[in-house]
């Protein structure tokens, strides 16, 4: 259901309304990155209530607002870090740990977890580590930007 709702997504992104990555411009990837991570966050936290199967179906939607925005500007930020010659290993190895070695930790400790303390314990430690990665992405950012000023 979640990877569903990202065709439309990424077609609306990249096709339909290009102009409003236009707003985004001005805001660095270590922000966007730090935004999608708090949504993230919020979203692993409405998980952590819902006891409705259903419910939890619905809510795989907002899978749309947060793997795509955290995709398309990992990417981008990847990207712009390396040089042009090495743009294609750097997203091959953004690929590789984001959806190899991250899902295999992250589905080995889900799991252990939902074992040893029920399905929420999966979602609270998701949470924990979504709030952590949006703090590392902000805090990085503020750093960055109060050095250079």
Do not use: C
């Not at 991570?37 to 952590?48: A, K, N």
């Not at 419910?55 to 990207?79: E, G, N, P, R």
């Amino acid at each position: 259901m979640g990877e569903v709702a990202n065709i439309p997504y990424f077609y609306w992104v990249l096709w339909i309304f290009p102009f409003a990555l236009l707003a985004f411009i001005n805001y660095h990837e270590l922000t966007l990155l730090g935004i999608a991570s708090t949504l993230y966050t919020i979203r692993w936290i409405l998980y952590i209530f819902i006891t409705d199967s259903w419910v939890l179906i619905a809510m795989q939607v907002t899978h749309m607002l947060t793997f795509a925005v955290l995709w398309i500007v990992a990417v981008q930020y990847v990207v712009r870090l390396l040089p042009e010659q090495f743009g294609s290993t750097g997203q091959s190895i953004l690929a590789m740990v984001f959806m190899g070695l991250a899902r295999i930790i992250g589905g080995s400790i889900g799991g252990w977890l939902s074992e040893e303390w029920g399905g929420a314990s999966m979602y609270v430690f998701a949470t924990l580590m979504s709030a952590a990665a949006a703090s590392l992405f902000l805090g990085t950012q503020a750093f960055v930007r109060g050095k250079n000023t």
